[in-house]
């Protein structure tokens, strides 16, 4: 019980991270397999969204949630699609933060985070 908790809790977290990283930029969707199949470690993700926006990557650095953030990113990706497809509504929220309006800044800081 107590591991299935602290698994929807980083995902809970990164889906609240991901908020923080698409709070900004222009419109791109950002499937959630990126998320899944991500390579980067949390800090990446910070240092890619600063050097894209300073602002959001001290925000996402500084956020209540970066713990949870982090540890989702260090979990293996079975586990992290494992997590979204049996909790099917964290899956749904993450795509809808991602998939919004600062959706560029989100897509380009998975696709360079690997750069720092």
């Given amino acids: 019980m107590g591991i299935r908790l602290t698994a929807r809790m980083s995902i809970v ?9 698409a709070g900004s930029g222009s419109a791109s969707a950002l ?42 990113l260090a979990s293996p990706p079975f586990q992290r699609q494992l997590l979204f497809t049996t909790q099917p509504w964290i899956a749904d929220s993450i795509a809808s933060f991602i998939n919004g309006p600062g959706a560029g800044l989100a897509a380009n800081a998975f696709a360079t985070c690997n750069q720092f």
């Fill in 13 to 21: 977290g990164a889906c609240a991270a991901a908020a923080v990283v």
């Fill in 31 to 72: 499937p959630l397999d990126t998320l899944v199949n991500s390579t980067c470690s949390f800090n990446q993700v910070v240092a890619a969204t600063y050097e894209v926006s300073p602002e959001e990557g001290v925000a996402l650095a500084n956020s209540p949630i970066a713990g949870q953030f982090a540890s989702f």
